[in-house]
């Protein structure tokens, strides 16, 4: 079984979906799958111009020459696809959403009905169908910040003709599990383990459950006292940045 994970966080190795998401991918090799990870903000991805020439020109075909052609080979092995996105404005970042665009060149103009609902065949002979989920973390600390973003990838999923939906494991207030890894190691250590299992569990099971979904995102300090943490820590950096702004003229 193939996994294939996007990371969509400008930050790439540098940031917090990374290390939920590498904890992920520990959890499917263990399961015996084969795992990749791609940093979209490494590739070379041009925006989709909307020109259609990839389904009326060129079928398959995109105008731009770039990194997709290839990235597009990797989603047609993978039996999982993660897309590992941060929160950014309630929804997927840039970087995210700039790949998932480009997929439009692997479908056809045709419109059926699937489910009920208008959509668009896939443009090539492949039939097989491969999985999508969800990884994300925030900055804030309620659950609910990830709804929109929950609410677009299932309809991702339910929209491009080879995928099918999985689910989503998520983590709010990613940045503190970094502040407790000293203080309470064994909860940090609990959430690492809950997206080990979730990985795991994806490639043996292929579902994740309620329970480790739970794990992943349990609450690690009150929301109040994560802002009063979070406040206190943001005014030193300021300080830090204009002293050595001062020092530098
Ligand atoms: C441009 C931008 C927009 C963001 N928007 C949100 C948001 O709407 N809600 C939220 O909870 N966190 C938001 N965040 C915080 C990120 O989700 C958080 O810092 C996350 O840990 C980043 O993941 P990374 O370290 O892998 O890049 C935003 C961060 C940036 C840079």
Redesign the pocket.
């Known amino acids: 079984m193939n996994i294939l994970a996007f990371n969509g966080?400008?930050?790439m190795k540098?940031?917090?979906?990374?290390i939920f998401l590498q904890h992920f991918m520990k959890g499917a090799k263990e399961a015996g799958a084969e795992t990749e990870t791609v940093y979209l903000a490494k590739q070379n991805i041009k925006y989709c111009s909307g020109c259609f020439n990839c389904w009326f020109v060129h079928p398959g075909k995109c105008i731009h020459n770039d990194d997709m052609p290839e990235i597009r080979t990797k989603i047609r092995k993978a039996d999982i696809v993660v897309l590992a996105s941060?929160?950014?404005?309630?929804g997927l970042t840039a970087q995210t959403k700039t790949m998932l665009d480009r997929l439009i060149a692997g479908g056809s103009p045709f419109i059926e009905s699937r489910d009920g609902h208008s959509r668009h065949p896939s443009g090539g002979k492949e039939l097989k169908k491969r999985k999508l989920l969800l990884l994300s973390?925030?900055?804030?600390g309620e659950l609910d910040?990830f709804g929109p973003m929950i609410h677009h990838a299932k309809a991702i999923a339910n929209n491009l003709a080879t995928f099918e939906w999985m689910g989503a494991i998520v983590r709010?207030m990613?940045?503190a599990v970094g502040m407790i890894q000293e203080e309470e190691p064994e909860k940090a250590n609990a959430i690492f383990e809950a997206f080990r299992q979730g990985g795991y569990d994806a490639v043996s099971k292929g579902t994740i459950s309620e329970e480790v979904q739970k794990a992943a995102s349990m609450p690690v300090m009150a929301i109040k006292e994560y802002a009063d943490r979070a406040n206190k820590m943001f005014t030193e950096m300021i300080k830090v940045k204009n002293n050595s702004k001062r020092k530098i003229q």
């Open positions: 966080s400008p930050r540098k940031g917090q979906t990374d941060p929160i950014y404005i309630d973390t925030c900055g804030f910040n709010p990613g940045g």
